[in-house]
């Protein structure tokens, strides 16, 4: 069984950064596609970024040239590196993994609030 716990949200002015982090437990963090979405109460959940096992990464168009997606394998960790936030960014972010068997598992989400 594998538990994805994310760390990071917070509270940031508008133009700020956050660094979201996202532990993986279990053997199957280094040949899975990892990723990050994000769901407000008015919108259904969404892609924001994606990063498959060589690192190969794919964005989400709202986010791309701000947010960069990144793993650690060593770690069991993928980063989610956050700049120039926008009012419009402000959501629950999930952490997600899809297996090499093609299962799939989520975090609980970390809140991320950008407001002046």
């Known amino acids: 069984q594998v538990q994805l716990v994310e760390s990071g949200g917070g509270l940031v002015q508008p133009g700020g950064s956050l660094r979201l982090s996202c532990v993986a437990s279990?053997?199957?963090?280094?040949?899975?596609?990892m990723g990050w979405y994000r769901q407000t109460p008015e919108k259904e959940r969404e892609l924001v970024a994606t990063?498959?096992?060589?690192?190969?990464?794919d964005y989400a168009d709202s986010v791309k040239g701000r947010f960069t997606i990144s793993r650690d394998n060593a770690k069991n960790t993928v980063y989610l590196q956050m700049n120039s936030l926008k009012p419009e960014d402000t959501a629950v972010y999930y952490c997600?993994?899809?297996?090499?068997?093609?299962?799939?598992?989520w975090g609980r989400g970390t809140l991320v609030t950008v407001s002046p």
């Open positions: 990063i498959t096992k060589g690192e190969t990464t």
């Open positions: 997600h993994m899809r297996s090499y068997y093609g299962t799939t598992y």
């Open positions: 279990g053997r199957s963090f280094s040949s899975g596609v």
